[in-house]
């Protein structure tokens, strides 16, 4: 199995980047998202990986981490969700909000990433539901760590989603109710009427 490939960036392709380690360039498909964390071809990368076999292909997939490729290989257990879909909705959703989307039943934001059907993205929340840890949801504000942690509770999802029906997006949603000194006693109503505090004050 290839854990991981570090070598120098050579170039971006339409699926994905080429990275060359050991003399052997890796051609790896990556998600949308990623292509714009990486640096200019040249610079040293390390990217984590999936190793497909088919019976008539093989692809390498490649991740920023250990989490969001342990997030990928969770998707790809969906009935119905093959690599090409998994990464489609990684390019399209951050972990974070990924996970927050499975936890509060977002099928609208799911089912934004390209090729995702309504059904589909119901089906990937049923299954996905049981499997997401809210703890890994906890960070400090604005979802940087070091600061008070905050806690993730229903209210804390429901109150996400709700921003995101009313328009505003699943990042600036969670990046906003993170944000917010709450603790897990708080209502729903408390922390959007905190959360538009927030936003009105930007």
Not at 165 to 175: D, F, I, Q, R, V
Request: proline share 4%; glycine share 10%.
């Amino acid at each position: 199995m290839i854990y991981y490939v570090k070598g120098i960036l050579t170039e971006f392709t339409e699926e994905g980047a080429v990275l060359e380690a050991g003399g052997v360039g890796y051609h790896l498909i990556i998600p949308a998202s990623l292509r714009a964390e990486l640096p200019a071809p040249g610079e040293e990368v390390k990217l984590y990986t999936y190793y497909q076999v088919g019976e008539d292909s093989q692809k390498l997939y490649g991740f920023s981490d250990c989490e969001a490729r342990n997030l990928f290989l969770q998707l790809i257990k969906v009935s119905g969700i093959g690599p090409k879909l998994a990464v489609s909705v990684m390019g399209t959703l951050s972990v974070d909000e990924l996970r927050l989307a499975v936890i509060a039943g977002d099928v609208k934001a799911i089912a934004q990433a390209p090729g995702m059907g309504k059904k589909t993205a119901e089906k990937l929340i049923l299954e996905m539901k049981d499997k997401i840890d809210v703890s890994q949801l906890v960070t400090g504000p604005a979802g940087t760590p070091g600061g008070a942690p905050v806690i993730v509770t229903d209210a804390f999802s429901e109150a996400v989603a709700a921003l995101q029906s009313l328009g505003y997006s699943s990042s600036e949603a969670l990046k906003t109710v993170r944000s917010l000194d709450a603790d897990e006693d708080w209502t729903v109503d408390q922390i959007l009427q905190a959360a538009f505090q927030k936003l009105a004050a930007f």
